[in-house]
């Protein structure tokens, strides 16, 4: 049965006595069994080792320098884990087992396994009680047993890999571990907590992809999770600073979802701030700049009422428009403005410089040559992050608008 439900393909085992790798080869069958031990048990575990080498497991070894100190046996698993790693075993393929050394080096290990989010297992030897003492029980064999782990009813086991992902902007992945977490944590404060961050991560992927209304929704929901009472101050911290943080998300998102204005200029400039500075995407952030200038200027013309699909030159006085013409060359007004076009006309009515911004110019021809536009050249981080300090530059918003539009980044427990 113990097969049956440890299917691991490697095994980290805390031996003091030769039975226990024995056992482990025996009864669990790992691929490769890394076996963590102490000096004075060295020669006895070497020779079990080399008696089932026939076996087709592979033997790794690390030898503690002090039994008796924690943190060496920590550092041991870690090592262990790491090479186990590096040679292709995921860590839901791996398994501790705990079974023998001192109590610190057991401590130790155990400790390195709960925070790593490795399954761990015993072994448990039979006893009985003899003329006033316990015995091993030599009728009976030794069972192995799963050991829970006490981090996943915390939610802290998962939580940071949730956390990391959010960070990253991967709101779709995050929300399924945060409702993973809540589903498995104890105690209702943190189940609305960890509701409440799935909740948020629900809303922030809506909004990424500008489905306002659901955004909304989730958004209210996940704030309403987060204003319940909390009795730890880590949790009360932490949830109070996100309400109050997504309290200034809703009016905003209620202003992007009507007419052009500064909040959807500022959303799509937050936009390709994420994806340039939180994902890496370069060519995807750059795309979204230059969306979000060709915006800023139709906002700008619009604020004049001017329409850039339709242009009402009426609404032009005649000094401006033959400033526009001698400056783009035409000799006929356009009915329609495209982004250089819609620039000029904003600069001429703003009674601004027209020479040509040699910054956005080279920025410009960039994204040209990009692969998301007419070429093939990827963007790199440099030339993005450039175009993104112009554009932050240009875009001219209130603070509350620019806050309304970040997205929160979370911090652990």
Known sequence: ????????????????????????????????????????????????????????????????????????????????????????????????????????????VSLAAISRGVRMIHQRVPQRYVDGGWVRDESREVEVYPMHNPLESTGLLREGQGVALFNRRDYAAAALVFEDVANKVSGAERGHYYHGLRLLAQGYAAWDVAEYGPALENLRAARDELKSPFSETALSERAEELAAGIGGHLPFLGRVRGKLSVHKV???????????????????????????????????????????????????????????????????????????????????????????????RDLLQKRNRSILAHGFEPIGDAAARKFLEYVDGMVDAPDEVRAGARHLTLRGL
């Open 1 to 108: 049965m113990t097969s049956e439900i440890f299917n691991s393909k490697a095994l980290i085992l805390l031996a003091s006595r030769p039975e226990t790798v024995q056992i482990a080869v025996e009864r669990l069958a790992p691929a490769t069994l890394g076996v963590i031990f102490s000096q004075d048990v060295l020669l006895a575990i070497a020779e079990k080792c080399r008696e089932l080498g026939d076996r087709g497991v592979e033997f790794r070894f690390r030898m503690v320098d002090d039994p008796m100190e924690i943190s060496d046996a920590f550092s041991k698993f870690e090592l262990m884990l790491s090479e186990l790693e590096s040679a292709g075993h995921g860590r839901e393929d791996i398994l501790l087992d705990a079974t023998g050394g001192t109590t610190p080096m057991r401590l130790g």
């Open 266 to 360: 500022v959303d799509m400039l937050e936009n390709a701030r994420r994806r340039i500075a939180d994902q890496g995407r370069y060519d995807d952030g750059v795309a979204r700049l230059y969306r979000t200038v060709e915006m800023f200027h139709q906002w700008r013309l619009k604020e004049r009422d001017i329409i850039t699909e339709k242009v009402d030159w009426d609404k032009v006085d005649d000094v401006s428009r033959e400033h526009f013409l001698s400056a783009t060359g035409l000799a006929e007004l356009p009915g329609e403005l495209g982004l250089r076009h819609a620039r000029l006309l904003d600069r001429v009515l703003g009674g601004e410089g027209l020479e040509e911004d040699s910054t956005l």
